[in-house]
């Protein structure tokens, strides 16, 4: 069998580690883009010679040409500007626009059949412009932020309640902005819902707000000790689980930002929501019950994304 080919547009930060994360888990052949010549070749040829000391014989390639994505399997796209201190990921809407328009002209022209991952911010926007840009099935586009959120609201539930994140489950759903949308009933240590422990003391509902909070804040706190740049190791961890689990066929259920049509009462836009990831793309969006809360919640979240697409269709007409 031919071994997987994954194009990763873009070879900035997140770029190369998952380049880094392809090879060491044996994904496939990895063939990263940029338009900054030197970059993506100078990446590939670093990341190529981890392969003696690591054991893996990936064939990893850089090019500013999208002609060698052709017959790529997966796609995961971070090409664009990052945030930086003082900068909300909304900031970066005019910009990045026009680069997913290049990206998913790029993608229609060479690769259509691939499954592609949007990882560009603000992700909620820039993965249906994507998906519009290169007219690609809805079904073949995800974004990826949801399994970010939740890693880092599982991580500081460990934390707190001083327990294996190994045991952690926990849903962040929404868009991938200050108002997304932690679910305390559905996160869990070991199936015990997050309400319950509070209710056996391993914590209380003012240090669980709390760590909502932090979970909403989590990619400003990085940018503001990193300063020149956002989080990459754990995005690319994230992308690379979704990558797996559409390469695997193994049906993991991931929060990830897919089309709705009708789906929590929202029609014809990208939002965080379970989904099931397997060789058929996203093959099922998972409606779970909210509670009250929840629901007015999604609600905020989702008219920031609404705002955000009214935004995109002003920049670029052809969106319209
Ligand atoms: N969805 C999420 O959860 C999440 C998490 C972290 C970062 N991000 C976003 O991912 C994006 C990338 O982050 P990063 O840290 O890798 O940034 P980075 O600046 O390190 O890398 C971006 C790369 O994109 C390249 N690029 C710019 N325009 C391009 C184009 N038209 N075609 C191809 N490549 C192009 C740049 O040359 C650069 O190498 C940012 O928008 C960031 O906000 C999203
Ligand atoms: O915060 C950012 O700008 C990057 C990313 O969206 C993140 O959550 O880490």
């Known amino acids: 069998m031919a071994r997987k080919k994954i194009a990763l547009i873009g070879a900035g930060n997140i770029g190369g580690t998952l380049a ?46 999208y002609a060698d994505i052709a017959g790529a399997d997966v796609i995961i796209v971070t090409a664009g500007v990052a945030r930086k201190p003082g900068m909300s990921r909304d900031d970066l809407l ?9 990206v998913g002209e790029g993608i229609a022209a060479n690769a259509p059949d691939a499954f592609v991952i949007c990882i560009t911010n603000p992700l909620d926007a820039m993965v249906w412009a994507l ?9 073949k586009v995800v974004g990826m932020a949801g399994v970010l959120d939740s890693a880092r609201f599982s991580h500081f539930l460990a934390e707190e309640f001083k327990v294996s994140v190994k045991d952690v489950t926990s849903f962040v759903l929404g868009g991938h902005g200050d108002t997304m949308v932690p679910v305390i009933e559905y996160s869990t240590v070991s199936g015990i819902p997050v309400p319950d422990l509070i209710e056996m003391g391993f914590s209380t509902q003012q240090r669980i707000d709390e760590i909502v909070k932090r979970t909403r804040g989590g990619g400003g706190e990085i940018v503001a000790l990193l300063k020149t740049g956002s989080a990459f190791y754990a995005p690319a961890t994230s992308g690379i689980a979704m990558a797996e689990s559409y390469l695997y066929d193994q049906k993991r259920v991931l929060p990830a930002a897919a089309h709705l049509t009708g789906q929590y009462g929202i029609d014809d836009l990208y939002v965080g929501v379970p989904v099931i990831i397997g060789a058929g793309g996203v093959e099922k969006i998972v409606e779970i019950k909210l509670g009250d809360e929840a ?22 007409s052809s969106l319209g």
């Open 20 to 65: 880094h994360l392809a090879a060491l888990k044996g994904l496939g052949d990895i063939v990263l883009f940029d338009v900054v010549e030197g970059v993506p070749q100078g990446k590939a040829l670093d990341l190529s010679q981890c392969g003696p000391v690591e054991g893996f014989d990936a064939r990893i390639t850089g090019t500013n040409d």
């Open 131 to 139: 998906r519009e840009f290169s007219g690609l099935p809805h079904h």
């Open 94 to 102: 005019g910009i990045n626009l026009k680069v997913m328009k290049a």
């Open 295 to 316: 629901k007015t919640n999604l609600t905020v979240s989702v008219d920031a994304v609404k705002e955000l697409l009214v935004a995109c269709k002003e920049i670029d």
